[in-house]
């Protein structure tokens, strides 16, 4: 999930404080499509994906007008389209906690001793396969060097021929689209409800932050480690713990790195 | 001076409204939290004339309102106790001041964000003192002032007339403060930081004080809240929207502005409230997102506060 | 005694090193003329003696007291006052109120009445010209105006030691004329002075001494004939200027 909002701040200089609530949005979606049709929730993925295309065509459309410094200015921008998805996703879910519940998810994997709950398999799975298909799109791909050059340096890579424009606009579909189908992953395993993006965005900021804006491995790595910390204070100070850890987190990441999220360039 | 004669003109027209509405309960609530709510608009402005842009002022509100209700149901007088949740609230305020040691622009609106979603976990979690998710019920209502006529002090009509002092009180500050030295050194800092500690001036103190003064008003109203619901909750009074509302009530209204912001939320919440509201009743916040939105987009001059403050690289 | 003493002061930004152990002392009552080509490091050298970077090696010391790295308000309040090359305005104040920041907020010969103070900076302003711009947002002035301001602002802290960069450079010949005319006037009054500019020849005008620095070094140093006499400046200075 940090990815999508790692590769908005790289290539629009703009944190997408949103971002959580895009992918409560792709969650409530694949729940509805889920609820309505049945369909599995390996087809729920791209569905969900394609879904939130116009939202990243309207996001790319907005940051692209904030004016400076991004940083902040999008940072209030993206304040003011979280309340509004908020609002929007109370109004159509009435601010109902959804969960996709299947069935064939539940069921547990027996790998020799170890028994694993097959929702929490295909979401690792699935979670290892787009990195590794972004990593390869990013590094062996045409598309994937003008959308590193873009987060570079835009001028630049305009001078050189690049379609900066294109570049970025690719890139908040990509991006959002990962939100959406993270949001169906998400839904597979908790409950959804509108108020649970801040926390999700809350988390992707404290992700950027450890593995350095852009940079893939890393952000998996820290993606581990986060869900362990989190699983950890569950488990150990129940679930109420979640949010103030997140927050305090998100205040030590801030502190430690105040030399700025962007600082870091893509690869 | 002109916007200081319109204020008191604006206020004494807002003081004869509620005889004017036969103080009626339900207007004179819905009037009272607009002022309660201008006044966290024009606190948070004072903040960010000072440079610091926040999303965490309902850390400040909730403050406000747990340490006046803790205070009242401790056995103190209520206008102590609110005081009490106000001195709470600026000694909150500063603390969370000291992250403009390490962060700027936007990372210090990020770590305002985060103390405001960590106090309102802490508060979920602190069942023993906060009353957890269920809150504290049961805070005195405010005693009714012998010397004044009843029917100006008893229920929804004292609430009115103390939100209205209270807003009043926040514009009153801001203005003396920027006619003051203090308005100078916070304008200074805010348009060119460096450039003002090169001819002597410390930011840190000065940073401390517009957070602790912004953070006074804050939790004050945050008190009085409590005690005209007489209830607390942490998802009520920690509420995300004391963060976001006086954000945009305040960059609608026109930053740096003496009575910008708080127009613009009084404006505002009575749109969405009486117009809004009845038409879409659950769309009704729509109205704020979007204002936010277009002011941010189409009304460059209105964020000229925004537009600076980056880091730049200097030659 | 030196006024302000650089000590073996090197920067380097990543990979470039800006400044190589740069040793410049300035005298009480002196002025003092920065010559380089452009990107030689001058500005990063004010910078460090300003207070505003640390650098990566070396000390900075004001009147007996080390103010490496700042913060910059020490060097401001210890009685340094600068001007930076590209303005750095306080954008949404007016011209009266950028210079009442520093009248305001100096720790020397502070004033206790605001009518005071007003008279203060009107004063100044008047010094530098701009008398009937007090009104003026500080961000609509036109280049020559911003460099006049610069001025007032610097010298509202009411500094012992100016460090000027760049004050002539974008002006008109008329406007270059003014500030030969600042500089003289601000050496009457017995201010120190540390001056870059990029002309040798208004430079030589004004300066007692002469510092030229080429990629982070100080190759030259001494009375204006002698810099001008010396082949380094020639080939690293000069030939620039002519193009
Ligand atoms: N903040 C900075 N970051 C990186 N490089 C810098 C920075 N400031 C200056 N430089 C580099 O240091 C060198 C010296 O710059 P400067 O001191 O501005 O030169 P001058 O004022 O003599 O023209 C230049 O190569 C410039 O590009
Ligand atoms: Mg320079």
Sequence with gaps: MALGFSMILGVSRSLNLAHGDLVVLGGYVGYSLWAAAGLSPVLLLPVAALALAPAALVWDWLLKRTPEPKELSSLVLTFGLSLLLQTVMRAIWRGEYRLIAESSLGASLQLGTLALNRGRVLAAVAALAVVGL????LTRTRWGQAVRATSIDPQAAAL?????DGARRSTFLLALGLSGATGVLFATLHYVHPAAGVELTLMAIVLSIWAGV????SVLAAGLLLGMIEALTVTGWGPGWREPVVALMLLGSLLARSGGLARGHAH | MRSGLAALLGMGVL???????????????????AFLLAAVASAWNLLAYAGPISFGHAAFFGLGAYGAALASLGGLSPWGAIALGGLAGAAGAAGVGLLSIRLRGAYLALGTLACAELLRGLALIWSEVTGGGAGLAGIPALPVLPWLPRVLTEGRAGAYYLALALLGAALGLFALIRRSRVGLAFAALREEEERASLLGLRPLPWTLLAFALSGLVTALCGGLYAHVVRVVEPDLVFSRHYSILPLVMATFGG????????????????????????????????????????????????????????????? | MPILEGRGVSVAFGGLSALRGVDVAIEEREVVGLLGPNGSGKSTLFNVLGGLLRPTSGEVWFRGQRITGGPPWVAGRLGI?????????????????SVLVGV??????????????????????????????????????????????????????RPALLLLDELASGLSPKGREEVVLFYARLRERGMTIFAVEHSFGLLAQVADRMLVLDQGQIVVDGPPPAVLASPRVAAAYLGEEER
């Design chain 1, 214 to 217: 852009g940079h893939l491995r």
């Design chain 3, 104 to 157: 305001t907020f100096r720790t020397r010969h502070r004033y206790r009445r605001a009518a005071d103070r007003r008279a203060e900076a009107e004063r100044l302003l008047g010094l530098v010209g701009l008398a009937d711009k007090a009104g003026a947002r500080a961000a609509a002035l036109s280049l020559g105006e911003m460099k006049r301001l610069e001025l007032a602002v610097a010298l509202s802290s």
């Design chain 2, 15 to 33: 003081a004869a409204v509620p005889p004017a509405l036969g103080f009626h309960p339900y207007y004179l609530f819905l009037l009272s939290t």
């Design chain 2, 255 to 315: 930053l740096h502005t003496l009575l910008g912001p708080a127009a613009a939320a009084i404006a505002l919440y009575l749109l969405s409230e009486l117009v809004l509201h009845p038409l879409l009743p659950a769309l009704h916040q729509v109205g704020y997102a979007l204002a936010l939105i277009a002011v941010i987009l189409y009304l460059p001059g209105g964020l000229a506060g925004l537009r600076r403050g980056g880091r730049r690289a200097h030659p």
């Design chain 1, 160 to 164: 050189v021929g690049i379609n900066v």
């Design chain 1, 134 to 137: 972004l990593w390869l799109a």
């Design chain 3, 81 to 97: 006052g600068r001007t930076f090359q590209i303005p750095r305005p306080f954008a949404g104040l007016s011209v009266l109120d």
